[in-house]
């Protein structure tokens, strides 16, 4: 502070630190202001930043939802589409089944009359013929069916001896036309599985075996291992190599070393493995290039059987027992009706009535006194009609519980619930001339 008393020079020395102090105040504040307007100027870029983000945001969130339901519309159509497929395919499976169970049946008649060389020859290369689009329609039908989210199963004990049996009665004469020998070791246990599904799976595996073996044998049997049974099909055959264990399973895949040329589409294994994931029975394989495989498939154990004892795969193909009854058949396509007609009367000397529904077999029931031996009748018949209706009505009519036999081509677990709950048994098509004559027989046998 300036004093009246100091002299000139202390004054010029007090003015001088009031000087600096007064410009290094001036300075600070400067240097201040510009941080501050520094400060504003970013918060106002990172404002303008902020909001332009925001913006892209909107308009992704915007494109996300357009995705989003377009995706949804995709993905209806899509399950729409494969709704739409499983219709086609059960109905074209019908279509196409009908006749070719027809022909099925004409050619088994054919085949026992008495024919000359080349026309035996013939009828024996049209029959395989039509065994070979059998197959491929079964398989098609099979992954659809396993393809699609609604199957249901039929889950329930399968006598592993029983499953042998039939398997033995379908594979015998093709593993002797190759001169292999075919095994099967007796068990006595039960398993937890749908039976039509586990039957499929051990059909297509052993029919692989025979396939690819050309010399040597194919053994089948199930080993217990804690509460699990292992299914297990061997071969002597060409073997897998381990470069192609991880693609057999795919669809239309066939080993690149097989140079036999034998038919075949290359579905049996796809089929095997969407089974067997829906099931829930795991599978392993060991195989060596030359020496064969070994598939094996992971079954719960529910039971133990009784001990088996030995029977025939199949009851005894005698025409003598179906000779006389009286058969009713129930079936809306006029091929079918006269194929039924033509093998059950001609061939195993049955006397037949035919009707197609249920109000022709109301009308045709006249001597309700004398029903039929037995039933045959299609589960799909005209508009809402099935077989089993018919069935049903006939044995309300004749206070008769007359033996039947549903024949689908559809066999979902809903058709063999209500048929079982009725004690009729199902057939599925394309039928089998030698699975048809085994089912009356079997019911013929249950009469006596």
């Not at 048994?425 to 027989?441: F, G, H, M, Q, W």
Request: proline letters at 4%; charged letters at 30%; aromatic letters at 4%.
């Amino acid at each position: 502070m300036l004093r009246d008393g100091d002299d000139l020079e202390r004054r010029i020395e007090k003015l001088g630190r009031i000087n600096a102090a007064l410009i290094e105040r001036l300075d600070h504040y400067d240097k201040t202001r510009g941080s501050a307007w520094s400060l504003f100027q970013a918060a106002l870029a990172l404002e303008k930043e902020v909001a332009a983000r925001n913006r892209d945001l909107e308009r992704a969130l915007a494109d996300l939802s357009q995705k989003n339901h377009e995706l949804a519309a995709a993905r209806m159509a899509a399950e729409e589409a494969n709704r739409s497929k499983t219709r086609f395919l059960r109905a074209a499976s019908h279509d196409l089944l009908q006749p070719l169970s027809a022909a099925r049946l004409f050619l088994s008649t054919l085949a026992t009359m008495e024919l000359g060389g080349a026309e035996a020859d013939l009828v024996k290369r049209l029959g395989n013929a039509f065994e070979s689009v059998e197959e491929l329609i079964r398989a098609v039908l099979d992954i659809s069916r396993l393809d699609s989210q609604r199957i249901e199963f039929n889950r329930k004990p399968v006598n592993l001896n029983a499953l042998f049996d039939r398997l033995r009665g379908e594979f015998e004469a093709p593993a002797a036309a190759r001169r292999l020998r075919l095994r099967f070791v007796r068990s006595s246990l039960a398993v937890d599985s749908d039976p039509v599904f586990l039957r499929r799976i051990a059909q297509n595996l052993v029919s692989n075996a025979i396939k690819y073996t050309e010399t040597g044998s194919v053994l089948v049997g199930a080993r217990r291992r804690g509460a699990r049974a292992w299914l297990e099909v061997h071969d002597t055959g060409i073997g897998i190599p381990a470069e192609d264990r991880d693609q057999i399973f795919a669809e239309f895949h066939r080993l690149e070393h097989d140079r036999r040329g034998e038919p075949g589409m290359g579905l049996g294994l796809s089929i095997v493995k969407r089974a067997c994931a829906k099931l829930d029975h795991p599978i392993a394989l060991d195989s060596e290039p030359g020496r064969g495989s070994v598939f094996r498939i992971g079954l719960e154990i529910v039971a133990r059987n009784a001990p088996p004892r030995r029977s025939s795969a199949r009851p005894p193909a005698d025409r003598d027992r179906l000779r006389g009854k009286h058969a009713l058949i129930v079936e809306d396509n006029a091929a079918m009706r006269h194929g039924y007609a033509v093998i059950l009367r001609d061939s195993w000397g049955m006397r037949t009535q035919v009707v197609e529904g249920t109000a022709a077999a109301r009308d045709a029931a006249t001597r309700p006194d004398q029903p039929p031996d037995l039933i045959l009748a299609d589960y799909h018949l005209r508009g809402s009609d099935t077989g089993l209706r018919t069935i049903t009505l006939l044995r309300k009519l004749s206070g008769t519980e007359i033996p039947a036999i549903v024949v689908t081509a559809h066999r979902t677990a809903s058709v063999v619930r209500s048929c079982a709950r009725h004690g009729v048994r199902v057939l599925e098509k394309p039928i089998r001339p030698e699975d048809l004559r085994d089912a009356l027989l079997r019911l013929v046998g249950e009469q006596t």
